[in-house]
């Protein structure tokens, strides 16, 4: 039996969860013509989050609106697009519609015929503008295109200006373009702050969350039925407990979950959730939280390490108890921890108080310095 789960970074898991609201404002934004501000999209959250798998269902949702999609790639922005994404989905186009004819004259009985010209094959202009212009020419009425960029961070300033600019263009022009990208956090802020990203400060700004613990549930339990596995309820609302809503983080326990399960009984026990636990949580530490963590200033490691000293479980910390733990006062530490908060790193679920946004960072930023060889 195939293992329903998938902790596999970007790919679109069998049983969906979370608000999908962003979806469906993105395709209503589809249906409101070339004006719609709900067709720029910008898209954040820390690793794990789901920003693929959301730029993936607004591929999705272009696609079932009869949009064609071009992916961008963060490395090398243009030049993949103008020498073989535009022109694959050309000629795609092309081949679905071979007969497609435009006029080029018209002569009346008694004077004349008239004569048609089937479009030539010669290659799109060696341009992104050109070659997007050319792509919304031979769309079909009614359809757009979609273009989509991951790791949005990674990419040089001045190709993601080369590519905003065409599409502001094309829209100036009533051409039914779409943009969606997304991207960490850290990243995203520093690449808004460039003078070439005034398309993108624009755009509408989401900022991904946990799902809730009735969505946590569900994914959970459904996912597993998918692969004829039960968890009962009892064990559900623990392994749902675990994760905070985290989707990776449900994704990577229900796969060890059912990897168990189904070598016997087909049914998930506590002793199961208590054995798979450990090897969870350090797989999320490697994956997520040591990559959160890195290039992170003194100042920022120090608060959140002072934050998980104090921590009791998964529970929020009072910040007064953080300031004091580092010997300073709530002033004094008053800009760091703005500046965790601005990398989604940390967020305030109420007045004075403050949580890890990624489940168990905590208990990693404790064990970090330690090693257990077996032999101390």
């Given at each position: 039996m195939q293992n329903p789960f998938i902790p596999t970074f970007g790919v679109s898991p069998v049983v969906l969860g979370g608000d999908d609201s962003l979806i469906r404002d993105f395709g209503a934004g589809l249906d409101g013509g070339p004006g719609d501000p709900r067709r720029t999209l910008l898209?954040?959250?820390?690793?794990?989050?789901?920003?693929?798998?959301?730029?993936?269902?607004?591929?999705?949702?272009?696609?079932?609106?009869?949009?064609?999609?071009?992916?961008?790639?963060?490395?090398?922005?243009?030049?993949?697009?103008?020498?073989?994404?535009?022109?694959?989905?050309?000629?795609?186009?092309r081949q679905k519609n071979p007969d497609r004819r435009r006029i080029t004259g018209v002569n009346i009985a008694g004077i004349g015929g008239f004569s048609t010209e089937t479009p030539s094959s010669e290659k799109p202009e060696p341009s992104l503008i050109g070659s997007l212009n050319a792509l919304c020419d031979a769309l079909p009425?009614?359809?757009?295109?979609?273009?989509?960029?991951?790791?949005v961070q990674s990419v040089d300033s001045k190709e993601l200006w080369q590519l905003t600019a065409a599409v502001q263009d094309l829209r100036r022009d009533g051409r039914d373009v779409a943009f969606a990208a997304a991207g960490l956090p850290d990243g995203v802020a520093t690449l808004l702050q460039h003078p070439g990203t005034t398309f993108?400060?624009?755009?509408?700004?989401?900022?991904?969350?946990?799902?809730?613990?009735?969505?946590?549930?569900?994914?959970?339990?459904?996912?597993?039925?998918?692969?004829?596995?039960?968890?009962?309820?009892?064990?559900?609302?623990?392994?749902?407990?675990?994760?905070?809503?985290?989707?990776?983080?449900?994704?990577?326990?229900?796969?060890?979950?059912?990897?168990?399960?189904?070598?016997?009984?087909?049914?998930?026990?506590?002793?199961?959730?208590?054995?798979?636990?450990?090897?969870?949580?350090?797989?999320?530490?490697?994956?997520?939280h040591q990559p959160a963590l890195l290039h992170l200033p003194t100042a920022e490691l120090e608060y959140l390490e002072a934050m998980a000293e104090v921590q009791d479980g998964q529970q929020a910390v009072p910040s007064a108890a953080i300031a004091q733990r580092l010997g300073k006062s709530l002033q004094q530490v008053s800009m760091?921890?703005?500046?965790?908060?601005?990398?989604?790193?940390?967020?305030?679920?109420?007045?004075?108080?403050?949580?890890f946004v990624i489940p168990h960072m905590g208990s990693h930023l404790k064990q970090r310095a330690t090693r257990d060889t077996g032999w101390d």
């Open positions: 898209i954040s959250g820390p690793r794990g989050i789901g920003k693929t798998v959301a730029l993936n269902e607004l591929e999705d949702e272009a696609a079932r609106h009869g949009w064609v999609v071009l992916r961008a790639q963060p490395y090398d922005l243009i030049s993949p697009l103008v020498a073989s994404v535009i022109p694959k989905t050309l000629s795609s186009l009425q009614g359809s757009g295109a979609l273009l989509t960029l991951d790791e993108l400060r624009r755009a509408q700004h989401t900022v991904l969350a946990p799902m809730t613990p009735t969505e946590t549930l569900t994914v959970l339990e459904e996912t597993a039925l998918q692969g004829a596995v039960h968890i009962p309820a009892d064990v559900l609302h623990d392994a749902a407990a675990l994760t905070r809503g985290y989707p990776f983080l449900i994704q990577l326990l229900g796969y060890h979950l059912f990897e168990r399960a189904i070598r016997r009984d087909q049914l998930v026990s506590h002793d199961d959730l208590g054995a798979v636990t450990p090897d969870v949580l350090r797989t999320l530490g490697d994956l997520i760091v921890r703005q500046k965790l908060i601005d990398r989604e790193l940390i967020y305030s679920p109420r007045r004075g108080a403050l949580n």
